[in-house]
């Protein structure tokens, strides 16, 4: 499955984003998807999850309550809401996707996106 991240961009601290992750394949129902990102000069990191039906969500703490992934099947695309955001939430964010269940390290990922910027100002 081949994915392609996208929505990402300059907001102001308090300000609301909401990033897509389309996928090209037959098969993209059957993959977990989730998002991820990488600030400069840390780690990248996970950001939130969603199984393969939808049924299954999970997201780090710093982002519950703002953030929501969601997806729709029919047109193979994920989804992730960013609501409140702050200067802390700028990084590249990357949406990856794995069979099975939701994990929460980049390497448990056997296909990625090319990230998407997002920039939050104070």
């Known amino acids: 499955v081949q994915l392609q991240a996208s929505g990402g961009g300059l907001v102001q601290a308090g300000g609301s984003l909401r990033l897509s992750c389309a996928a090209s394949g037959r098969t993209f129902n059957i993959y977990t998807v989730s998002w991820f990102r990488q600030a400069p000069g840390k780690e990248r990191e996970f950001v939130a999850g969603?199984?393969?039906?939808?049924?299954?969500?999970y997201s780090r703490d710093s982002v519950k309550g703002r953030f929501t992934i969601s997806r729709d099947n029919a047109v193979n695309t994920v989804y992730l809401q960013m609501n409140s955001l702050q200067p802390e939430d700028t990084a590249i964010y990357y949406c990856?996707?794995?069979?099975?269940?939701?994990?929460?390290?980049?390497?448990?990922?056997?296909?990625w996106g090319r990230g998407t910027l997002v920039t939050v100002s104070s």
């Open positions: 969603i199984s393969w039906s939808g049924g299954r969500t």
């Open positions: 990856a996707a794995r069979r099975f269940e939701i994990a929460m390290l980049p390497n448990e990922y056997s296909f």
